[in-house]
C-alpha cells in the first residue's frame, strides 16, 4: 500500500473517488434487484443466497407498487424490470426533478422538504388504490429518503398550510429527524402504519432505503407500512423541549386531543394489519461508509469507520472532525496519515436567518474556518446520497482550507 504524502489536488480527487464508492453501494436500482428475485413462480426476497421470505405468486391475481420519496423513481423502474407485464399498476411519489422514464408506473411530483398540494393528491391516489386491494393482491411498497415529505395526506380538520408551517418550525428549530417524523405521523393519515392499515389484507413487501441513524424502520419515511413506536404523548413533549409556542391552533387542538384519547392512536406493533407486512431495509449507510472505507484502502490511505450514527448540531459535529484532523496532522493519532476518517448520519442546522444550503454545506464551512492555519494537507467533503443539500440542487460540499479563495465549493 502506497504510504507516501499524497499532495492536496490529489487528495481532493481521492475524496470525490471515495464518495462515488459510497454512492454505488446504495444504488437504489441495484439494491432493489440485490433483494428481489424469481424462481420460477417463487418470489425470494433477501440476499443472494440469504433468503429471508419466500412466497408463491400464484396465490396472487395482481401485483402493483406504491411509495414515495426521492430514490423510488429507480427502485421502481428495478420491480418493473423484474416482473414487466405483471405489474398491474404503480402510483409513486417523488420530488421535483427526481422522475424518471417508467413503463407502467404513475409519478406525482411534489414538494419536498416541505409538502404540497401534489403531495395530497398524489398521496390521496396511492390511499384510494390500498383501500381496494385484497388478500390476492401483492403490493411492493418502495421508502427512500424524503418519503415522509412527499406522503403528506391531513387528518382530521389539519390542512396542506398548517402542515407547511409545522414542518418549517420543525426543520427550524433543529429538531431531529426522529422528532420530526413524529409529528409528521400524528398529522397525517398515511403515516405511522396508517397505509398498512389501509391495504389490510393485502399481503405488502416493503422495500426501504433508509436515510435515519440506526436504520429505525419506524423513523424511515415515518414508517408508512410499519407499526408506529411514537405517541402524542411524544409530541406534546417535543412542542415542550423546542418551545415551539406558534404550533398552528388546529394542530394544537389535534394533538391535544389525542394527547386526552379523543383521537386514535397510530397502529402499533401487536396490530394484526402488520401480519401480512414483510419489512426490509435494501440499503443503508453502514453500508455506503463500508464502501467508502474499501474505496479508500485502495487508494493507499489508512482509515477509520468513526460512526454511522452521528447525530447533533452540523456546526458541532464538524468540529469534532476537525479536531480529529488537527491530532492526525500532529501526532498521527488515532491513525497515521495518508489519514481518511469516514462517518454518516443526520446533524441539523438550526436556521436563524433566510439562507439558503444544507448540513453538507454547513459542515463544510464550520469546518473551513477551524482548519485554516493548517498546513494544506487536509481535504474536508460532506456528502449526501439522496443528491441534495437542503433546498438546492447540490448534493455535498468539498473543501480546502488552506488554499486561497478554495473555503468551500458546493458540487
Request: charged letters at 20%; hydrophobic letters at 40%.
Amino acid at each position: 500500500m502506497n504510504k507516501q504524502r499524497k499532495n492536496l489536488e490529489t487528495i481532493r480527487s481521492d475524496a470525490k473517488e471515495i464518495f462515488s464508492g459510497c454512492l454505488s453501494a446504495v444504488n437504489p436500482y441495484k439494491a432493489v434487484k440485490r433483494f428481489v428475485h424469481l424462481d420460477g413462480n417463487s418470489l425470494v426476497v433477501g440476499m443472494q443466497g440469504e433468503p429471508e421470505t419466500e412466497l408463491n405468486l400464484s396465490k396472487f391475481s395482481r401485483i402493483s407498487l406504491v411509495g414515495a420519496g426521492k430514490a423510488t423513481a429507480p427502485m421502481a423502474g428495478a420491480i418493473e424490470d423484474i416482473f414487466g407485464e405483471r405489474i398491474r399498476k404503480g402510483l409513486i411519489n417523488v420530488k421535483y426533478g427526481f422522475s424518471q422514464g417508467l413503463a407502467i408506473t404513475e409519478i406525482t411530483e411534489a414538494g419536498h422538504p416541505v409538502p404540497d398540494e401534489n403531495g395530497i393528491k398524489g398521496t390521496g391516489k396511492i390511499l384510494d388504490f390500498l383501500q381496494k386491494a385484497n388478500e390476492k393482491d401483492l403490493i411492493f411498497s418502495l421508502i427512500s429518503g424524503g418519503g415522509s415529505a412527499l406522503l403528506p395526506h391531513p387528518r382530521g380538520d389539519i390542512t396542506l398550510a398548517d402542515k407547511q408551517e409545522m414542518t418549517r418550525q420543525l426543520l427550524a428549530c433543529g429538531a431531529s429527524i426522529n422528532e420530526i417524523n413524529a409529528v409528521r405521523k400524528h398529522m397525517a393519515s398515511s403515516k405511522g402504519g396508517q397505509m398498512a392499515r389501509a391495504a389490510f389484507p393485502a399481503t405488502v413487501i416493503n422495500l426501504m432505503l433508509s436515510d435515519v441513524v440506526g436504520d429505525k424502520m419506524d423513523v424511515i419515511a415515518s414508517g408508512p407500512f410499519v407499526p408506529d413506536a411514537s405517541t402524542f404523548k411524544d409530541v406534546w413533549g417535543i412542542f415542550k423541549k423546542y418551545n415551539l409556542n406558534n404550533v398552528p391552533v388546529v394542530i394544537y387542538k389535534h394533538m391535544k386531543a389525542g394527547l386526552d384519547g379523543q383521537i386514535p392512536e397510530t397502529p402499533k406493533e401487536n396490530d394484526r394489519i402488520f401480519n401480512r407486512v414483510f419489512n426490509f431495509i435494501v440499503g443503508s449507510n453502514i453500508l455506503a461508509l463500508e464502501a467508502a472505507s474499501e474505496k479508500a484502502k485502495t487508494l493507499g490511505y489508512e482509515t477509520l469507520i468513526l460512526s454511522s450514527m452521528v447525530e447533533g448540531e452540523t456546526k458541532e459535529v464538524a468540529r469534532v472532525h476537525t479536531a480529529m484532523a488537527k491530532e492526525i496532522v500532529k501526532t498521527g493519532r488515532p491513525i497515521p496519515a495518508p489519514a481518511c476518517i469516514i462517518s454518516g448520519g443526520e446533524t441539523t442546522v438550526t436556521i436563524l436567518g433566510d439562507g439558503l444550503g444544507g448540513r453538507n454545506q454547513e459542515f463544510c464551512l464550520a469546518a473551513c474556518l477551524d482548519l485554516v492555519n493548517l498546513p494544506p494537507q487536509v481535504v474536508v467533503l460532506s456528502g449526501g446520497t439522496d443528491g441534495n443539500d437542503g433546498p438546492t440542487d447540490a448534493a455535498r460540499a468539498c473543501q480546502n482550507p488552506s488554499l486561497p479563495n478554495g473555503c468551500s465549493a458546493a458540487c
